[in-house]
């Protein structure tokens, strides 16, 4: 398996503080990754960096052979990565079926979007069916509960056609027949795509995990199996004390 997604000595510094602090890591083509740490680790900075939101301080980062640095959002689009944030950004008042259409699109200029009113399309079709709300195709977007809004957003990320695709804590906030019903649609996903998952849940990732990277305080922890990392005391120490902690 050759690395699609390949981080070198990344450092990315806020004011002095420094978020990432000498991250590796290598996400092998049709990859489904685990990447957990407690709050502030630096997961989402770890993605911001990839998909051009922050700029990092040195190191590089090569996908598909193509350095990233410097590249912008929209650039880091069209190479073939797609992102969900930890908030929601789905058009409310749009049905279930436009916001995937319009997230197909989104290479075409808005005129040509609005003057062109056509029936479902293939992969808007299949995307449908992949997340599951084909029922809900026609319903505005404001009334899917927050699991299917989740699944709408991973929807939107398909119908681009990535060869990567970042997800920030996908099933935070969701019922437990949601987060079953996620780890089902990632592994699906994760069949025809490579797949960064940002998560806490330990139960989750038990579940659907193969390969988990901890990071924490911005550098790498540990890397393995589930198992393995869960059973090292570093991982517990940082991870599991921190959470019993939260639990007091
Ligand atoms: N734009 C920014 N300016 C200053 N500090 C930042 C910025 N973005 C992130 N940080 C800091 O960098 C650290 C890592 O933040 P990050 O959001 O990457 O953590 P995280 O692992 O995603 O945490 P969480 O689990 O809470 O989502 C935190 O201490 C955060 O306060
Ligand atoms: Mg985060």
Redesign the pocket.
Known sequence: MSALLEIRDLM?A??G?K??NGVNLSVGEGELRFLI????????????VITGL?KPTSGTVTFAGTSLAGRKEHKVVRLGIGRTF?TSVVFEELSVVENLDLAANFRRPLVALLRQRRGVTETVGRALETIGLQDLADSPAGILSHGQRQWLEIGMLIVQGPRLLLL??PVAGMSKDERERTGELLTEIAKDHTVIV?E?DMEFLRRYASTVTV?HE?TVLVEGDVAAVQADPRVQEVYLGRKKEDAA
């Open positions: 990315v806020f004011d503080f978020a990432i740490g407690p709050n502030g680790a630096g997961k989402t900075t770890l993605i911001d922050t930890q920030d804590e940002i806490h990071l911005g």
